[in-house]
């Protein structure tokens, strides 16, 4: 139940304007919502120990969260 996806650091070091949660839950909540998985694990450059904009902790699997696509 799983969906892992990978990213190169481009996805670290991208700037856009609205939260990091709202970003990557904006992703964990789009694959979870349309595949068969409950968790997404996001690595970047094949390694999961990673913290998105210094906010979201990426070194564990993420349950979807509609809170922030609100």
């Known amino acids: 139940g799983i969906c892992y996806v990978n990213f190169d650091s481009e ?39 990673a913290v998105y904009m210094e906010k979201v902790d990426l070194s564990k699997p993420l349950k979807a969260d509609m809170d922030w696509t609100s």
Not at 23 to 39: F, R
């Open 11 to 49: 996805f670290l070091n991208s700037t856009c304007d609205v939260l990091p949660e709202v970003a990557v839950y904006s992703i964990v909540n789009s694959l979870v919502e349309g595949t068969e998985a409950s968790k997404v694990q996001i690595t970047v450059n094949g390694e999961s120990n």
